[in-house]
């Protein structure tokens, strides 16, 4: 006997220590990994947090509950046997030996340790709330309901509904663990007669109903904040019906929620539990009245026929705040004439923006990419990112960076050695301008091969990627055996690491808190790590950020930087969001899993790829989120001018960020409600062909000058048409390069006129059959015909369109880029590169033959040009010329003849 009642608590004793070595092992880690970032403060204080939010919960869980079954057990023991509840069962059975009043009362205090354990874990999973409730920040926007700050519901809204919630769950609980001990004790049982309820019992479980009843009250009145949220009317927040009908209606249930509670809580003294009965009857009859019949009644016979009329104002405050919500208030809205008279002069005069218009398309690119500088099987480029650099010029490039992913290691050589002591790292980026074609079809790179060699003034003097994209899993660097570094010729080069990442682990301790951890008992066996190893985890770059900031939101897509200090470095877009903000539109997007209704890009983080070092930079100090956060983690922000100057060159509008409010701005340029009610001026995002498939158009970065703009510049831009048209009615942009940064524009379009949208100019080309049998003709001769992006450019007062044309062999995994479509007004051409694709779009437009070749050949017409005029031109066409060459210095230095010749000429009266 003694023997089976000691098993229970070996068992109990045996998982508590296992679970304590656990917790140990995971926070003694992460205190050992944020330390190493200078990042400890930061893990104190959500350790602090966490701690604090359990302790808290798990001490108010367990009072509660102790207090109720000991009640319940003082209670029900009159008639509880001495020794065993009779049951039927002989002594000595399972049964039995769990009805002994001894093991029961172990069973009782293990039963409430659990209890207040899941319940101090419940409270510890919202730790960032109870912070954010503590260093809350003004908004400076009060609600039109209720006249509270914005503030309330973003920060202190969040808490009452979890105590709410935690508390209702704590008494539903208790309640069940109270009837199950009536239940042994026979004070609640099933006789002939039905259910039997002993009078103390019943006095008990009235009480412990009435303590659900006041959280049900308290459900009801954070139910009127709710209403803010509201999906009844035409739009989101809070309408008519909600303010008239359930408004009113949820105070009624209040009120007599609050007298049911207190019936109950008297009902030990009272003893009439005919007028509680009668009271929750009238609850459930206004429960039923007042929040599903009068409602439907107010909409229907009040709303309805005058709809527009009484949601007016509600649309009012749903268009204000989505607007603030999204930063759609601070959009420049501009008038965009289409004038549509551009000459190839005017092409010309745009030389800076031709030449960066973004012929390779990202998806495509990629694979030529791997299949042209990968060089070995276990290299790989995830994807590729878009930016621009200035080598003379502002020249938009695509670059990718070689990772070395432990899923390209092949099956065979996949050792715990191969993995985590010598394939440790990746080497070096390919980059290439995003206009440049060889002969055969193929980008013309600028950085290429290993180790990085450049054609342009960018020198790379840290290739090696040990926190990337593809980096998932950990590396032991400093150790016995020698890294990988980067294949030469039939030999490899091989190097050890001397940068500051990674975790020491040079003791057994900590190696044995690692094997618990990862897990992975190898970290103890080896005998390749000495007393400088480095372990590094965490590498992946999207986990590293979220790990250091759980609290954020993180963009889809990081992008690599090369430094002007020669090392790599990744910038991943951060934002603040929230889905607390009042009568704001919610959206479901890649940023989180849930949906939002607020978003700032208030964060760039710069990691460091080969020592893995994070930093948070605050881009919008004015966003009380951010503010919020600075308050409770000082440590870990720094203001944007603290970024290095190389760097903040490299900034730009986060596209996911900007494709929400596109999305939402589609709908939410109409400030006025009745053209808001009436849909009279819906946009969308227009679609275009990509492998021969229609697809919807992804924003693009572009190096353009914008209408009135004195120089070229990379924005980030889409096209807009109206919903279920394919006209172009607008075109979006947002400014990447400082001054200007964040700066959102919306080009609005002249609307009694056509302006082709991007689907018109795909209907075109497959209509155009000198354009359309030829794509067919390479589709059938054992090649893959790959449409790329359609791009709409804005140049001057006019727009051109232009679409790239790949070719695949079915046999290879090589796009080649092969021809460029043009099109401009009536005109829509295709031939073997941009300029000729210009040039025979504008020569038939605009200029004769003779002429166009002069312009093109850098000859003088008869009497256009001045002498001043051909040198001008001279020194154009050696600059492109330098330009194809990549002779950048060249290039640069003929500009600058240029420059001086412009000047003399604008001088001349």
Not at 750 to 764: F, H, N, S, W
Request: hydrophobic content about 45%; some cysteine; glycine content about 6%.
């Amino acid at each position: 006997m003694k023997s089976m009642r000691r098993l229970p608590m070996a068992v109990l004793v045996t998982f508590g220590l296992f679970a304590l070595a656990a917790v140990f092992a995971k926070y003694y880690t992460d205190w050992l990994w944020f330390r190493n970032l200078g990042y400890g403060t930061v893990f104190d204080t959500m350790l602090a947090a966490r701690v604090g939010a359990f302790s808290v919960f798990f001490l108010l869980a367990a009072l509660a509950a102790t207090i109720n079954i000991a009640i319940a057990r003082k209670r029900g023991g009159p008639i509880r046997p001495a020794t065993t509840i009779d049951v039927g069962e002989p002594e000595g059975t399972p049964l039995a030996l769990l009805l002994n009043a001894s093991v029961m009362k172990i069973m009782w205090v293990v039963a409430i340790f659990l209890f207040s354990c899941v319940m101090g874990l419940v409270a510890a999973g919202s730790w960032a709330e109870f912070l954010k409730f503590l260093h809350a920040s003004s908004f400076g926007l009060a609600d039109p309901v209720f006249g509270k700050d914005v503030g309330f519901y973003v920060f202190t809204l969040p808490v009452y509904q979890f105590l709410q919630g935690w508390y209702q769950l704590a008494v539903v609980l208790i309640a069940i663990a109270v009837i199950f001990s009536y239940s042994l004790d026979r004070s609640i049982s099933l006789g002939p007669r039905g259910l039997v309820i002993g009078a103390r019992a019943r006095k008990h479980l009235a009480v412990l109903g009435g303590f659900l009843f006041l959280g049900i009250a308290f459900l009801y009145r954070l139910k009127l904040y709710a209403l803010l949220y509201s999906t009844t009317g035409v739009a989101y927040g809070a309408s008519y019906t909600d303010v008239h009908a359930f408004l009113p209606a949820y105070w009624g249930l209040l009120s007599i929620t609050l007298a049911v509670a207190i019936l109950l809580f008297l009902a030990p003294f009272l003893r009439r539990w005919k007028l509680i009965t009668y009271l929750f009857g009238a609850y459930v009859v206004v429960l039923i009245l007042f929040t599903w019949a009068y409602p439907t009644i107010v909409q229907q016979y009040v709303v309805k026929p005058n709809e527009l009329v009484k949601e007016e104002p509600y649309i009012k405050n749903n268009i204000t705040f989505t607007r603030l919500a999204y930063g759609l208030n601070k959009i420049t809205e501009r008038h965009f004439p289409v004038a549509q008279d551009l000459t190839y002069r005017d092409i010309q005069n745009n030389r800076a923006t031709i030449a960066n218009i973004r012929l390779w398309d990202r998806r495509p690119l990629i694979q030529t990419y791997k299949q042209l500088q990968e060089f070995r099987l276990y290299y790989d480029f995830k994807n590729v990112d878009v930016d621009r650099y200035s080598f003379g010029t502002y020249l938009q490039v695509a670059l990718a960076a070689r990772e070395l992913p432990e899923s390209q290691i092949p099956l065979r050589a996949r050792t715990w050695v191969n993995i985590h002591l010598i394939y440790t790292h990746g080497f070096g980026v390919v980059m290439s301008p995003v206009n440049q074609v060889t002969a055969d079809g193929l980008p013309r790179f600028i950085v290429q091969n290993i180790p990085p060699q450049s054609s342009v003034p960018l020198k790379i003097t840290e290739p090696r990627i040990y926190y990337g994209e593809e980096t998932d899993t950990y590396a032991i660097v400093r150790s016995k055996t020698r890294e990988f570094d980067y294949p030469k010729g039939n030999q490899n080069v091989y190097t050890s690491y001397h940068g500051r990442g990674g975790v020491s682990i040079s003791g057994w301790f900590r190696r044995l808190v690692y094997a618990w951890e990862l897990p992975d008992v190898k970290l103890l066996l080896t005998d390749a790590i000495t007393n400088k190893s480095r372990l590094m985890y965490n590498r992946m770059i999207t986990v590293r950020d979220r790990t250091i900031a759980p609290f954020l939101s993180y963009d889809s897509d990081p992008y690599l930087v090369v430094g002007g200090d020669g090392k790599l470095y990744w910038i991943h877009d951060a934002y603040t969001t929230t889905n607390m903000f009042p009568y704001s539109e919610p959206v479901l997007e890649t940023i989180g899993e849930r949906a939002l209704n607020y978003i700032r890009n208030s964060v760039k983080i710069v990691i460091d790829a080969y020592n893995g070092d994070v930093t948070y930079y605050v881009v919008d100090p004015s966003d009380p989120l951010i503010q919020t956060y600075e308050k409770i983690f000082p440590a870990l922000f720094k203001p944007m001018s603290a970024m290095p100057p190389f760097l903040k060159k490299h900034i730009r509008y986060p596209m996911d960020l900007f494709r929400i409010q596109a999305k939402l701005n589609n709908s939410y340029h109409m400030t006025d409600p009745q053209v808001f009610y009436n849909r009279e001026d819906l946009w969308t995002t227009p679609s275009e062909i990509y492998q021969e498939r229609q697809q919807r158009m992804s924003p693009y970065y572009i190096v353009m000058k914008l209408p009135n703009g004195t120089s070229e510049e990379f924005i980030l831009m889409l096209p807009l048409t109206p919903s279920k048209k394919d006209n172009m009615v607008a075109w979006m942009c947002a400014r990447c390069d400082a001054p200007n940064y964040g700066e959102v524009i919306v080009y609005d379009l002249p609307k009694e006129r056509l302006i082709y949208g991007p689907m018109q100019i795909e209907a075109r080309i497959n209509q155009k059959p000198s354009i359309s049998s030829k794509l067919t003709l390479w589709g059938q001769k054992g090649s893959r015909v790959i449409r790329g992006n359609m791009l709409v450019i804005p140049i001057e007062k006019s727009f051109i369109y232009v679409e790239p044309v790949y070719l695949q062999a079915e046999q290879s995994e090589m796009p080649e880029l092969k021809r460029v479509i043009v099109s401009f007004k009536e005109r829509l051409e295709m031939e073997r590169n941009l300029d000729e694709a210009l040039s025979a779009v504008f020569n038939a437009a605009n200029l004769p033959a003779s002429v166009l070749s002069k312009v093109r050949q850098g000859q003088a017409p008869a009497a256009p040009l001045s002498r001043k005029a051909q040198k001008a031109l001279t020194r154009y066409n050696n600059a492109m010329d330098a330009l194809k060459r990549g002779d950048w210095a060249a290039y640069g230095a003929e500009l600058e003849k240029l420059k001086q010749i412009l000047q003399s000429m604008a001088k001349r009266p």
